[in-house]
């Protein structure tokens, strides 16, 4: 079949896949549907350094146009695949055209969550997923900076805290209202917790926990407070909504793929309709337990996308390594490696009241996750453990004189 391997969704995955294709000697035709005006570019930056100081799409760009020339990769920007047909392997564009593939790759990525609420389409209510959203929240906290008028940030998750913690560095002041008791409270430890809560309160970061909101409001069609079941009305120059994320699995659904939270997948990328495969935040994984695990990461979209690549060429290269996350807070570098849902024991290495320490999670005395704060190197040292399977004990982690890292040479210790 002489039909392109096509490809919908032009961010990390979707030019990994591209990428991979190339490596692993396919010198077919690759073409990249994206529906952004914009050539492949990295996203983590837009909460940190690049809404720090705007500068141009070229500084975070993944791949530049001379390579994807170089590799013949067919990049189509503006153009959304409308509906897929996979008895018949075909696809058609929203303009109309039609087009057949002997692959396809979904990698269409995921939405912000929006709220429900009154209010919520109000000017200065923001989301953040695209260099766009970036311009306008950049564009909404000089504006609050100019007006001396507060940053309201809605979650206190890992974009809400990033922001928070960039518009405290251009003179902004913050508050972030968080529904839980606790930051980050769905994936990591209180201590953790606690040390990003002081970390953010030293920097002078109003944050409110165990809140509901019940409505924004504002005048002249733009948001200037945000009401409180309580009866509390928070000052707001313009609002963040960081509240997660919902993965675009639209296109899927209606092609008949196997979709929940997520475009299913096995650990090879392979979706539930024969030449197709799914690759990045728009898929949830299969494991072969059969509970279904999603993540949100660069190197999820990297992993997925080599194997996705693979499958799409008859071979098998599953993604096996430990997830790992990382977000940057003010000066602290937090570093997340493996899952730590279900853990039943966390021990310490490190200076926690210097917040420079690592948590290691246990589940039934075998380590499944650890969060660093400021240490790079155990980071990497705990990804290795976790990938070979070495679980030192919670002893030996609490342990300062004891080298983990001989652990690597001699296997698990238990």
């Not at 994807?68 to 996979?86: G, S, Y």
């Not at 008791?181 to 990003?196: C, E, F, I, N």
């Not at 948001?223 to 993965?247: Q, T, Y």
């Not at 071979?315 to 490696?337: G, H």
Request: aromatic share 4%.
């Amino acid at each position: 079949m002489n039909a392109p391997i096509i490809i919908v969704g032009a961010g990390q995955a979707g030019l990994q896949v591209a990428d991979s294709l190339r490596q692993d000697g396919f010198d077919g035709r690759i073409l990249i549907f994206g529906d952004e005006p914009h050539i492949p570019y990295n996203r983590p930056p837009l909460s940190k350094k690049w809404l720090l100081a705007p500068q141009e799409l070229s500084g975070i760009t993944i791949r530049g146009p001379e390579y994807l020339q170089r590799k013949q990769i067919e990049l189509h920007t503006n153009r959304r695949v409308q509906a897929i047909d996979c008895q018949t392997q075909t696809l058609q564009l929203e303009d109309g055209e039609r087009l057949t593939y002997r692959g396809l790759a979904l990698c269409t990525g995921a939405q912000p969550r929006r709220l429900s609420l009154p209010g919520a389409t109000l000017g200065g209510v923001l989301n953040l997923k695209t260099v766009e959203d970036a311009v306008a929240l950049s564009a909404a906290l000089d504006l609050c900076e100019q007006k001396n008028r507060p940053l309201v940030v809605i979650g206190g998750g890992f974009i809400g805290l990033e922001v928070a913690a960039t518009a405290r560095k251009r003179g902004v002041e913050v508050t972030v209202l968080e529904g839980q008791g606790k930051l980050m409270s769905r994936v990591v430890a209180p201590l953790v917790s606690d040390a990003a809560r002081a970390l953010h309160e030293s920097h002078g970061v109003q944050l409110l926990f165990n809140v509901k909101i019940t409505a924004l409001e504002g005048e002249r069609d733009t948001v200037d407070s945000v009401h409180l079941e309580d009866g509390r009305r928070i000052p707001a120059g313009c609002v963040l909504v960081g509240i997660g994320v919902e993965p675009n699995m639209q296109l899927a659904q209606s092609a008949g793929l196997e979709c929940e939270r997520g475009i299913v997948v096995d650990d090879c990328s392979r979706a539930s309709a024969a030449h197709v495969v799914a690759a990045g935040d728009c898929t949830v994984r299969r494991r072969a337990d059969g509970t279904l695990i999603r993540l949100e990461s660069v190197q999820n979209a990297v992993e997925q996308g080599k194997a996705a690549a693979a499958a799409l060429l008859d071979r098998e290269q599953p993604f096996t390594a430990t997830p790992w996350f990382w977000s940057d807070q003010f000066e602290m570098k937090l570093q997340m490696v493996g899952l730590s849902h279900g853990y039943d024991q966390v021990a310490t290495r490190g200076d926690i009241a210097g917040r420079s320490f690592t948590a290691f999670y246990y589940r039934d005395q075998r380590l499944i996750a650890a969060d660093s704060l400021n240490r790079p190197s155990e980071h990497m040292l705990s990804r290795k453990l976790l990938d070979r399977g070495i679980s030192p004990t919670p002893e030996q982690v609490a342990d300062p004189s004891c080298n983990l890292q001989a652990l690597l040479a001699v296997g698990n210790p238990g």
